[in-house]
């Protein structure tokens, strides 16, 4: 089974803190992403890599940064955080280069005070 | 401008009925479509897919429709089940994306009564 695992399902910081939101996969997949899912919003898309060292902005970047080092972790940064950046965080990893699906990790609810 | 959309924020079934779940889509080079079912603090789960060269995909008790004259794909849960009460996702692909990035609709809540 693919397995994509993040590192917290909970977290609450404090406005202007950094926070990482670390996320890993077990399928040697390509692609990964980080969506948040905000009621009445559905699942918006924050940013995606296709490679190591590789990253894109998608729909909703602003207040966000990523990195992904090793093929496996893919990792999302809050450089300050606010309040409207609390939210439900979903990381996705792929297989590149063909149509399939993606898998979730089990989500992490970040709220920040 | 939303690419996706599921214009039925919430749907309401008896136990045993059928659940049509639909979704609409306005880029023309989508070419994959999937559906995802999600429990509260819980991640998405893949639930089922549907190429643009199909119509039609069945598996168990969920069959997706694909009109794509129409830019509209639905989800026919046939019996519904208390547990398939979720959050029901419906996500597309472009055609020839080299990144495979999903675009999500909104989503609809199934509420499935006893």
């Known amino acids: 089974d693919v397995k994509v695992t993040q590192s917290s399902r909970y977290l609450v910081k404090r406005t202007g803190e950094k926070v990482f939101l670390e996320c890993v996969q077990d399928?040697?997949?390509?692609?990964m992403f980080w969506y948040r899912q905000d009621p009445g919003l559905g699942l918006r898309l924050i940013y995606f890599s296709y490679d190591v060292k590789m990253k894109e902005k998608g729909d909703i970047p602003e207040g966000y940064s990523v990195s992904r080092e090793k093929k496996e972790r893919f990792s999302l940064i809050l450089e300050s955080a606010s309040t409207n950046q609390t939210s439900m965080y979903l990381c996705a990893s792929s297989l590149g280069q063909v149509n399939t699906e993606a898998f979730f990790g089990q989500g992490t609810r970040l709220t920040v005070v | 401008d939303q690419q996706v959309k599921q214009n039925s924020p919430s749907l309401s079934v008896q136990e045993g009925r059928i659940s049509i779940l639909n979704c609409d889509y306005t880029?023309?080079?989508?070419?994959?479509f999937l559906w995802y079912k999600k429990y509260p603090a819980e991640g998405p789960t893949f639930l089922i897919s549907i190429s643009s060269i199909k119509d039609k995909n069945e598996d168990g008790r969920f069959t997706v429709f694909l009109n794509k004259s129409a830019k509209h794909l639905s989800l026919h849960i046939v019996p519904s089940q208390p547990g398939d009460s979720a959050v029901y996702f419906c996500?597309?692909?472009?055609?020839?994306?080299?990144?495979?990035?999903?675009?999500f609709g909104k989503g609809t809540l199934l509420t499935v009564n006893p």
């Open positions: 399928m040697d997949h390509e692609n």
């Open positions: 996500a597309a692909n472009v055609l020839g994306g080299s990144n495979y990035k999903l675009t």
């Open positions: 880029n023309s080079m989508f070419d994959y």
